[in-house]
């Protein structure tokens, strides 16, 4: 039986050309650990965590690669960033489509004296950038929005909320899980304070390695949560107050930085928009066949602006847990079923309790792979 991976909003896969090569030569030939080995294999390796830096600062439009911090995914740095940054009595603005990888932490935060506004989004998941700004109070400080949504793929205005941010002085913390590598962000255009990121979505890199690129002010206001050796300033007993040591202790995951980094020059390899257009083409290929099933309603924008190529659907008339059962056990097509951990997201697109099925593309996906799951909704609705 065929199998046709459809879950590239939870992990990319394949990963990009190169990544597994890479890791496994860093592992074969030496992962000797950097600020800590004073020999030459220890510093060609560090060369390269260097590198990587300076990539993921060209990619984002960033300018300060000693700003760049390695973390163990994009869950940690939003993590070290709300509960870091945030002090009781603080005010945060975020929406109703965030991940739970915001919430959860805002949550907590709130029972610590944290208060926050989740401003609603209309039911194709598009925000309006004004209703932010009404929300903003004396204490308001920190925005904290999703790029795009990881249920339904709309995008969020980030460079309006940016500009926002800026008038009123307060810092903007992005997490950008669903369209960073595939889609582009500027950090500096865009007013983006605290930029958030996981390598292995469309990244296309290993899983375990995320980070965050931070503004002077976030590196300075915000309290490092881990403390420990960083292999400098090693008379010191506390942590270091210069970047990026300042927020890496301990050992780093210098497999999953290099894979990163050997997914980074796959994307540098590639035409500017070239991964975005297939993957695109590919989601509303899927979603026009989806709309002439009985009862399936794709949620989110209806065209190809403004979203990723995530397409969740509600089957109306029939149970979506069985839908992506039949799809994997018949037909080997694998799907993401449920809430995608992000409930807020389905009560704003109506989905909630049950949720959707969610079919999210990526540059190793096929129009014959679409064509074949069509078909297979087609039969699976049918009863057939």
């Given amino acids: 039986m065929e199998r046709i991976y459809f879950d590239n909003g939870s992990t990319s896969f394949p990963k990009a050309p190169g990544v597994s090569d890479a890791v496994r030569a860093l592992l074969d030939n030496g992962a000797f650990n950097i600020n800590r080995g004073g020999y030459e294999e220890a510093y060609a390796i560090s060369g390269q965590v260097l590198e990587t830096r300076q990539m993921l600062c060209s990619l984002f439009g960033f300018h300060k690669f000693k700003n760049v911090v390695f973390t163990p995914s994009i869950t940690y740095s939003l993590n070290y960033l709300i509960k870091g940054f945030l002090k009781p009595g603080d005010h945060v603005i975020t929406s109703s489509m965030e991940h739970n990888a915001v919430m959860r932490p805002l949550v907590q935060m709130e029972k610590q004296g944290v208060a926050f506004d989740a401003v609603p989004c209309a039911g194709d998941g598009t925000l309006d950038p004004a209703l932010v700004e009404k929300c903003i109070r004396p204490n308001t400080k920190a925005v904290v929005l999703t790029a795009a949504s990881n249920v339904c793929g709309t995008f969020l205005p980030i460079a309006e909320v940016g500009r926002i941010c800026r008038d009123h002085g307060i810092a903007f913390i992005v997490d950008s899980a669903q369209k960073a590598g595939t889609f582009p962000i500027h950090m500096e255009e865009c007013g983006i304070d605290a930029l958030c990121f996981t390598g292995h979505k469309s990244l296309l890199g290993p899983q375990g390695i995320g980070g965050m690129l931070l503004s002077d002010r976030m590196a300075k206001e ?21 970047m990026p040591d300042r927020f890496e202790a301990g050992t780093m995951n210098l497999p999953g930085i290099i894979g990163l980094r050997a997914a980074l020059l796959y994307h540098q390899s590639q035409e500017p928009g070239a991964i975005a257009q297939k993957e695109l083409d590919l989601a509303m290929r899927f979603r026009e066949g989806v709309l002439e099933l009985p009862g399936a309603r794709p949620v989110g924008l209806s065209g190809r602006e403004g979203r990723a190529a995530i397409v969740s659907v509600d089957f109306k008339n029939d149970d979506n847990a069985r839908i992506a059962f039949e799809l994997e056990q018949g037909y080997g097509v694998m799907t993401r079923v449920g809430l995608h951990c992000a409930p807020r997201a389905h009560q704003t697109l109506g989905t909630y309790p049950e949720g959707t099925v969610r079919f999210s593309f990526g540059h190793g996906n096929t129009k014959a792979e679409v064509d074949y799951c069509l078909d297979a909704l087609r039969r699976i609705c049918a009863g057939k």
Avoid: Q
């Fill in 222 to 242: 915000t309290t490092p949560l881990i403390a420990g050796g960083t292999g400098s300033a090693s008379h010191l007993e506390e942590m270091p107050s210069f």
